[in-house]
């Protein structure tokens, strides 16, 4: 049973620091793609970050390349994004997010219906 535990959120003032952890186990993820997802109250879930297990490629959104980065520990199956110059905008629940299938495109890898398996949570507030 594949499981997503995703942990590190909290609060932090703007232009702050914090770093997600998602915590994968129940099968081998090495060929799958893990993802970041967000969704702040009243609006839909937005992609924030991913990469493949495998190679390591990374994909950011616009609103955070430059400031996110998105890593893997093989040793512990944990995907981690270390979240830098954090605006209030960045405020949100930030959800963990697993795809086993392949997914040749950009486009794609930003569509959550992609990701097969996905985490609880952790919010994130960035307070002005």
């Known amino acids: 049973q594949v499981q997503l535990v995703e942990s590190g959120g909290g609060m932090q003032q703007a232009g702050g620091s914090l770093r997600l952890s998602c915590a994968a186990s129940g099968r081998t993820f090495s060929g799958y793609t893990m993802g970041w997802f967000r969704q702040a109250p009243g609006k839909e879930r937005e992609f924030v970050a991913a990469?493949?297990?495998?190679?390591?490629?990374?994909y950011y959104a616009d609103s955070v390349k430059g400031r996110f980065t998105i890593s893997r520990e093989n040793a512990k199956n944990t995907v981690y994004l270390q979240m830098n110059s954090l605006k209030f905008e960045d405020t949100a629940v930030y959800y963990c997010?697993?795809?086993?299938?392949?997914?040749?495109?950009?486009?794609?890898?930003?569509?959550?219906?992609?990701?097969?398996?996905w985490g609880q949570g952790t919010q994130v507030t960035v307070s002005s």
């Open positions: 990469i493949r297990w495998i190679t390591g490629r990374t």
């Open positions: 997010a697993a795809a086993g299938g392949i997914i040749a495109t950009t486009q794609a890898l930003a569509d959550g219906a992609q990701y097969e398996f």
